[in-house]
């Protein structure tokens, strides 16, 4: 399998998507059996745990590439993408939201590029996008139920 590092904007527009619902964003760790955060996880915070869990998993991928898989040349790189990070999540905030089908194919484009360490399972960064995921498949048959009831 191989792994890339994601762009900063899909990042934030996940995190966007997740944290703009009207009833909040909270997640729950289901190995640690321990909440993620403390109540509502804002976009930068959220942005930043998927960020730094896709770095961690390129890093694993190719140990032989660099501290960062070769994605990241330095600790100075690793500071300014998740720097950009932050940024693209605060203006994403104020963006429009992405629809549940656009945040679905992000989500799992992230997964995917995140799932390289052996440890994902335990990571918050799994069960945060298993988390959003989730909510996005239940925006989408919503979606489908009231497309079919106006048919």
């Not at 996940?14 to 403390?38: C, D, L, M, T």
């Not at 898989?69 to 500071?79: A, H, K, N, T, Y």
């Not at 940024?87 to 656009?102: F, L, S, T, Y």
């Amino acid at each position: 399998m191989s792994a890339y590092l994601c762009d900063a904007e899909d990042f934030a527009k996940v995190a966007a998507y997740a944290a703009g619902h009207r009833w909040g964003f909270h997640a729950y760790n289901g190995f640690s059996k321990e909440p993620i955060g403390e109540g509502d996880i804002d976009v930068v915070n959220l942005a930043l745990k998927l960020a730094t869990a896709n770095i961690a998993s390129v890093a694993y991928r190719y140990p032989n590439h660099g501290k960062y898989g070769g994605f990241l040349e330095s600790d100075e790189e690793l500071v300014e993408f998740l720097g950009d990070c932050a940024a693209e999540a605060r203006k994403a905030e104020k963006a429009p939201r992405i629809n549940a089908a656009d945040a679905y194919a992000l989500l799992a484009q992230i997964e995917y590029q995140s799932c390289e360490r052996p440890d994902w399972i335990e990571q918050d960064a799994y069960w945060l996008l298993a988390r959003i995921k989730n909510n996005a498949a239940r925006e989408m048959m919503n979606l489908l139920a009231e497309q079919k009831e106006a048919a």
